[in-house]
């Protein structure tokens, strides 16, 4: 059986009387593209703060590796993320403004800069200034952050946001490169479930911080399989009927 990469238990987070989340239960396991899904506002991003430290839980606890999430130690360096968008300094290249966090992280071997635009396939780019970058290649820079310090583990929150089909196939091809040849286990959110099914095996389905479902890709697609069929001669009045036993389009 595969070991668990992460788990909550009752994750909730309050804002005074808003509950952004209530009592999540998830389990991502070693070798998953898990995709968290959710219209905005729905509590994917609060999650992601969480489980990285830049936001406190309000009830419930989780585990990184097998280890509380308030006794981590040497875990952390376990964990790439890549939420909101990084600070890039647009006069600097590719290579330049990683390097500059590779000091800010205390990265003291530079061939991980390397390392880490060759999985991305930004190597040709890599004497680029940021400025000249398409999105695609931003977001893929912001990628490349996340791999510097070879994370087992990379949590990346709407990384497909603004992106035209190009980039998207772009990225989505990056994810399953790096989960296939490097053994990353991914957590992404996206509000796009049509894009999200490409790329990943296991789902979280939220809304207004509650858990709808947590299902693998077979089961979403046995799941979209199931229908009801109904044939009436009246098609105005059986839409009536329907809707009145809460059964709407």
Known sequence: MREPVLQTRRLSKAYGSFSALDHVDLTVYQGDIYGLIGRNGAGKTTIMKIITGLAEKSGGDFELFSKPGDKLGDEKRRIGCLIENPAFFGGLTARQNLHYYAIQKGIADKRQIDTALELVNLTDAGNKKFRKFSLGMK????????????????????????????GIRELRDTFQRLNAEEGITFFISSHILSELYMTTNRFLILDKGRVLKELTKEELDLACMRCLAVYAGDIKHAAVILEQNGISN
Do not use: V
Request: proline share 11%; net charge negative.
């Open 139 to 166: 977001q893929r820079l912001g990628i490349a952050l996340s791999l510097m310090d070879h994370p087992d583990f990379i949590i990346l929150d709407e990384p497909i946001n603004g992106l035209d089909p190009i």
